[in-house]
């Protein structure tokens, strides 16, 4: 059975940083696999937040955390992170860590997830 594990979470003032940490087990992801980030702000819908395919060729983000927020993945300890910098208020959800066996543009608009992590919450204070 496939899991995604999230760490990383917590409590940081604006501006500040958090690295968040995404174990996957159960399987190895092939080259054509996908996997990334998605947050749920409260009383909002989830959205994507970034995405790195399995070869690390690609990496896509959201416009609102571009050139703050770095994803990279570790292929031997099948995991992925997301650096999180010059963190703001409206940074603050559940960080959900997800997985694909699909392209990357698709895993972007929330298409073709075959896992999905029980989130990992980010609070930014100001």
């Known amino acids: 059975q496939v899991q995604l594990v999230e760490s990383g979470g917590g409590l940081v003032q604006a501006g500040g940083s958090l690295r968040l940490s995404c174990a996957a087990s159960?399987?190895?992801?092939?080259?054509?696999?996908?996997m990334g980030w998605f947050r749920q702000p409260p009383g909002k819908a989830r959205e994507f937040v970034s995405a790195?395919?399995?070869?690390?060729?690609?990496?896509y983000y959201a416009d609102s955390v571009k050139g703050r927020f770095t994803i990279s993945r570790d292929v031997a300890k099948n995991t992925v992170y997301l650096q999180m910098n010059n963190l703001k208020p409206e940074d603050t959800a559940v960080y959900y860590c997800?997985?694909?066996?699909?392209?990357?543009?698709?895993?972007?608009?929330?298409?073709?997830?075959?896992?999905w992590g029980k989130g990992t919450l980010v609070t930014v204070s100001s």
């Open positions: 997800a997985a694909s066996d699909g392209g990357i543009r698709a895993f972007t608009l929330g298409a073709n997830i075959d896992y």
């Open positions: 159960g399987r190895t992801f092939s080259r054509y696999a996908t």
């Open positions: 790195v395919s399995w070869t690390g060729s690609a990496t």
